[in-house]
């Protein structure tokens, strides 16, 4: 989730808009010129989806990595205490079904520090040693207890099986379009990221975003034209997977807890004094810094980025002297949605304005006229996975950015992934590169009154 500081009207016309002139980034370009196009930093992007080299399945379920056997332990033998600010480490082995060694890496590992009496927690960084051995690190940031938590979230086993299906398959879901002709004639057929998703060996109808070059597909209905798509919906999840590999990604083997490896740990404060916190002096927030891994921890139940100086907002006042004299625009999915719901439950200067929207995609507005603060939520565009909703609601976040002026009044909230996540890795760095290129536009157009 990213936001950076910088109305919307409720058009209830449900026709899909006719073919415009995309951006200068996406014109006559397809879909594999327009990730020919992307910039260094979105190759490098790609490049961080790396993952150790997994031999093939031999189909013996139980060779596959077990959260129940495989163990960690200290790096160095136990201390009474341990200094803040200084870290621990340890090493893990992972083990199959019948408790033997691995010999490759691939696992996937989560690692946690927490500390729960004082609501306290840091991921640890978890380095595959690529020999069935693992090294685990953990920060020390805050004096007192802590405790290592490790979790098995899936076997490389069946990160191989994920692999092979984002190789082999462009979706995992489908979706469904509807269309509607002059005379109330309808017609539902199944749209996706591609045409071979969709299912259909005759003609497809293509969508492409005014904005972002983004394409989206549908089989061609029996009777009526492309452009009478005027509804979006969730369709089935596609069968992807054998038995094996449902095995493999099941729910007893995935996301489990690790046997406890090693014992609470004593954490003490700095020999300069009675400091709690391993905090160093921090830049104040902005642009281009550089985040560093682990970016921050919780300490009692508040975050703190190690990256700069951020802020915590608890009580209502402090909430209204941030958004005062902004305008607000929240674009993404359910996480955003829940958030503007947190604001409008907790400020109770935040009016919602009725839009007589009653579908999941929104647009939401919620005002406060006395300080100044506009608030918007609406869902990103395709794909979404979404009750029946207009497609003239579904507003792609290229779109919506190359609507704003900018200016120092102006704020965006950007949260979208979730959506992502039963498509390759590949789409959602194609959506991120035309979403950076539309920031850049915006930047560069910023409206700044009386210039």
Not at 27 to 53: A, G, H, I, K, V
Not at 107 to 136: C, H, M, S
Not at 229 to 258: C, F, I, M, Q
Not at 327 to 348: A, C, F, K, N
Request: proline share 8%; with cysteine.
């Amino acid at each position: 989730m990213v936001y950076f500081k910088m109305s919307q009207p409720n058009r209830n016309i449900y026709r899909l808009p006719g073919p415009r002139p995309v951006s200068k980034f996406a014109s006559n370009m397809d879909s594999s010129s327009f990730l020919d196009s992307l910039s260094q930093e979105f190759t490098n992007l790609t490049r961080l989806l790396y993952w150790p080299p997994i031999p093939g399945g031999a189909g013996d379920i139980l060779a596959s990595t077990s959260p129940q056997t495989s163990t960690y332990h200290l790096r160095s033998p136990a201390q009474a205490s341990y200094a803040l600010g200084s870290s621990l480490e340890a090493i893990l082995v992972a083990r199959d079904h019948r408790g033997r060694p691995k010999t490759h890496g691939g696992d996937l590992f989560r690692a946690q520090l927490l500390g729960p009496d004082l609501k306290a927690g840091v991921p640890g960084d978890v380095w595959d040693l690529e020999n069935g051995t693992y090294l685990l690190s953990f920060p020390l940031f805050w004096a007192g207890q802590a405790q290592v938590q490790v979790r098995l979230i899936h076997s490389s086993e069946a990160v191989g099986v994920l692999q092979r299906i984002w190789r082999e398959k462009s979706a995992t879901v489908d979706f469904r379009g509807y269309f509607r002709g002059p005379k109330g004639t309808e017609e539902t057929v199944i749209c996706n990221v591609d045409p071979q998703s969709t299912g259909t060996k005759g003609p497809t109808c293509q969508y492409r975003d005014m904005v972002s070059g983004e394409l989206w597909f549908c089989a061609k209905p029996p009777t009526l034209p492309c452009n009478f798509l005027v509804g979006h919906s969730s369709g089935s999840y596609l069968k992807v997977t054998t038995p094996r590999d449902e095995a493999l990604l099941a729910w007893n083997v995935t996301d489990k807890l690790l046997p406890q490896g090693i014992s609470p740990i004593q954490i003490r404060t700095a020999a300069t004094g009675n400091i709690s916190l391993a905090l160093s002096p921090r830049l104040p927030c902005r642009p281009g810094l550089l985040v560093p891994k682990p970016s921050g921890f919780y300490h009692q139940d508040v975050w703190h980025s190690l990256a700069c100086s951020s802020r915590s907002f608890s009580t209502v006042d402090s909430i209204l002297g941030c958004l005062a004299g902004h305008v607000i625009h929240m674009m993404g999915d359910s996480t955003l949605r829940q958030w503007w719901e947190y604001l409008r439950d907790t400020v109770p200067s935040l009016k919602p304005v009725d839009l007589h929207v009653t579908y999941q995609t929104g647009p939401l507005m919620a005002v406060d006229t006395t300080r100044d603060i506009v608030l918007h939520w609406r869902a990103h565009g395709w794909p979404l996975r979404s009750l029946r909703t207009p497609v003239a609601s579904l507003h792609s976040v290229a779109r919506e950015l190359e609507g704003l002026a900018g200016g120092p009044h102006t704020v965006v909230v950007l949260g979208l992934g979730a959506h992502f996540t039963t498509f390759p890795p590949s789409i959602f760095v194609r959506r991120l590169a035309g979403i950076r290129a539309a920031v850049t536009d915006l930047v560069s157009r910023e409206w700044m009154p009386g210039k």
